[in-house]
Every structure is written in structure tokens, then in C-alpha cells.
Nanobody, 120 residues
Framework: QVQLVESGGGLVQAGGSLRLSCAASGRTFSRYGMGWFRQAPGKEREIVAAISWSRLTIYYADFVKGRFTISRDNAKNTVYLQMNSLKPEDTAVYYC?????????????WGQGTQVTVSS
């Protein structure tokens, strides 16, 4: 069982930056693939980025390439999402998720989400 708690969301102006953190419980965090998803009002949840347990495999959705960076610190049981050059269309609830294997779609555990609002 893995429990995930996101933090770092908030209100930021367009062009600004935020860093989301996701703290995980459980001794096997380092073996899980981790991902960040988002869901905007009236839209389906979509993947933003994913990282394997070894950090050797990283995925970014096209709409965040060059602006967002996913990273993880296995010693701290934490995964991060650095978001730069934010746009109003990045406004959404951002969720952290854990998968027993690296994945861009199938995840076993989810956090409660953190709101990111980008004003124009």
C-alpha cells in the first residue's frame, strides 16, 4: 500500500513557476513508477509526465515538453514536478500517482490532488 500526498499548488500569473511535490509513504517507494496527471474542469484526466523508479525512463506530454520537469528523490520518498512558463491552459487539479511498474496510463495509487491556477 502506498499513500500519496501532493503539495505546492496555488495561484500564479502566466509565465510564472511552481514546484509540486508528492510525498509517498511505504518502504517500497523506490520501486514504483511515478506519474503526474492533471484534470481541468469539464475535461478528462490526462498524463503530464512519468518517471521510472531508476529515473532512466522519463515521459512528457507534448504540451509540457520544455516547460515542466519531473524528478524524484528515492531517499526522501518524494517526486517533484517543476513547472515553468506556466500558461492559463495549465490550470487544473494535479494528481500524483504510483504504479508497480513504469507506465503512462495504468496506476495503482493516487493522491488527493492539488489545485494549480494560472491567471492571464
Amino acid at each position: 500500500q502506498v499513500q500519496l500526498v501532493e503539495s505546492g499548488g496555488g495561484l500564479v500569473q502566466a509565465g510564472g513557476s511552481l514546484r509540486l511535490s508528492c510525498a509517498a509513504s511505504g518502504r517500497t517507494f523506490s520501486r514504483y513508477g511515478m506519474g503526474w496527471f492533471r484534470q481541468a474542469p469539464g475535461k478528462e484526466r490526462e498524463i503530464v509526465a512519468a518517471i521510472s523508479w531508476s529515473r532512466l525512463t522519463i515521459y512528457y506530454a507534448d504540451f509540457v515538453k520544455g516547460r515542466f520537469t519531473i524528478s524524484r528523490d528515492n531517499a526522501k520518498n518524494t517526486v517533484y514536478l517543476q513547472m515553468n512558463s506556466l500558461k492559463p491552459e495549465d490550470t487544473a487539479v494535479y494528481y500524483c500517482a504510483a504504479s508497480k511498474k513504469y507506465s503512462t496510463a495504468d496506476y495503482d495509487y493516487w493522491g488527493q490532488g492539488t489545485q494549480v491556477t494560472v491567471s492571464s
